[in-house]
């Protein structure tokens, strides 16, 4: 586990989240299920949903930075299945990239950076959602999503009522939760991109839109989501857009929020991070 933070410089109080084989699994580290977690978790495991829950001893202070609650899911994948149950622990995994730069979705985001560190990878193909999961905790036993992922509030709420979205702490009790996060190494500025494009000029810009395409820009230094409108699709493309503009010769990443629903909320948290300075 030490590994981890030493391979991807992260710092150790940011908790890792465990990964189990299947929802029978959670009393091996939980101390104890909150209701509204089990129905949670009946309804969305496997899949994008981790969970923050009162750890058992047997979790390592590494592991949840030293907090008595530790981050628990499931994953929906059959490769990560197959090697959780494989496995006679729990596996303890965050997003396999240098600390705070764009999330991996495909095996080789990972090779290009970390491969010079690790000694083996996993191809299970592109990430299908394309972005993490979402994370969810109780706090006075009420429900708070402490970032917004896969599984969308639209979908919770019917399930536990009003659910509260807190999603940024300097002392973080659940990944994804700094403010600058998710971040390429080229300047990401959010607005309106004719507007931003007015202002800064084209030459040095390369532009990361929802769905419009901009003539004074080469099509080669322009990215659209989804031409569609399909904030699933849009999830599934932001961060393997920011990494091919991050390539590029250029200065600028121009980019623009989605409507602030379903997936679109995960997708404004993580540019937002992205442009944090």
Not at 20 to 33: D, N, Y
Request: charged share 20%.
């Amino acid at each position: 586990m030490a590994k981890i933070f030493e391979v991807k410089n992260r710092p150790h109080f940011d908790p890792l989240i465990v990964h189990l084989p299947s929802p029978q699994h959670l009393t091996t580290v939980v101390k104890q299920i909150h209701p509204s977690a089990e129905k949670l978790g009946n309804l969305f495991w496997p899949g994008p949903l981790t969970l923050i829950l009162p750890r058992k001893d047997i979790v390592p202070d590494l592991v949840t930075s030293g907090l008595p609650t530790v981050a628990v899911r499931v994953p929906d994948h059959p490769l990560t299945l197959q090697l959780l149950n494989s496995l006679d622990f729990p596996l303890a995994c965050p997003s396999a990239n240098p600390f705070g730069y764009v999330s991996p979705t495909t095996a080789q985001h990972v090779q290009d950076q970390l491969g010079q560190k690790i000694r083996y990878i996993l191809d299970g193909g592109p990430c299908r959602i394309g972005i993490e999961s979402t994370i969810l905790g109780f706090e006075d036993g009420n429900p708070v999503i402490y970032r917004p992922g896969g599984i969308t509030v639209e979908q919770i709420e019917p399930i536990l009522g009003k659910v509260l979205v807190k999603t940024s702490s300097s002392n973080p009790i659940a990944p994804g939760m700094l403010k600058h996060h998710y971040a390429p190494d080229k300047t990401v500025i959010i607005g309106n991109i004719s507007e931003l494009l007015k202002q800064y000029g084209a030459e040095e810009a390369g532009i990361l839109s929802f769905k419009d395409h901009f003539e004074q820009v080469s099509d080669s230094h322009q990215i659209q989501l989804s031409p569609s409108g399909d904030l699933n699709q849009a999830a599934q493309n932001l961060f393997a857009g920011l990494r091919k503009l991050d390539g590029m010769n250029i200065r600028y990443i121009f980019a623009e929020l989605v409507p602030d629903r379903g997936l679109g909320l995960a997708i404004n948290n993580r540019l937002v991070r992205a442009s944090s300075k």
